[in-house]
């Protein structure tokens, strides 16, 4: 378990912490807030926990013939921003990708 101390103006240190919150490779467990009156400071100490076996998500998307895709994405961070719309965004790979070859087409499509 790490032990995590986020200090900062309140309008800076709220998102940011919503934003790790949203990645499923962190864990919080315990938060303790405490605030600075007067001053729009704030500092939150918590516990969190890295989970890699949770780095890589199998997106599910259905399509309207009823049909399934399923892609693997890394790092995936999933927000709802209004009723039922909803975003994913995350690292897509290729395993078979071979890197040796990656210059040589980088160079032939200049």
Same mark, same amino acid.
């Given at each position: 378990?790490?032990?995590?101390?986020?200090?900062?103006?309140?309008?800076?240190?709220?998102?940011?912490?919503?934003?790790?919150?949203?990645? $499923?490779?962190?864990?919080?467990?315990?938060?303790?807030?405490?605030?600075?009156?007067?001053?729009?400071?704030?500092?939150?100490?918590?516990?969190?926990?890295?989970?890699?076996?949770?780095?890589?998500?199998?997106?599910?998307?259905?399509?309207?013939?009823?049909?399934?895709?399923?892609?693997?994405?890394?790092?995936? =961070?999933?927000?709802?921003?209004?009723?039922?719309?909803? =975003?994913? $965004?995350?690292?897509?790979?290729?395993?078979?990708?071979?890197?040796?070859?990656?210059?040589?087409?980088? $160079?032939? $499509?200049?």
């Amino acid at each position: 378990m790490i032990k995590l101390q986020v200090e900062g103006k309140t309008h800076q240190v709220e998102p940011f912490l919503c934003d790790l919150k949203q990645r $499923a490779l962190i864990e919080f467990h315990q938060e303790r807030v405490q605030e600075t009156v007067g001053d729009s400071r704030i500092c939150v100490t918590c516990e969190v926990d890295l989970q890699p076996s949770r780095r890589v998500k199998i997106i599910h998307l259905r399509t309207q013939d009823g049909g399934e895709i399923r892609m693997p994405l890394l790092d995936v =961070i999933y927000a709802e921003i209004e009723e039922g719309r909803k =975003i994913l $965004a995350g690292k897509s790979f290729d395993i078979f990708a071979d890197r040796k070859k990656e210059p040589e087409i980088m $160079a032939q $499509a200049k």
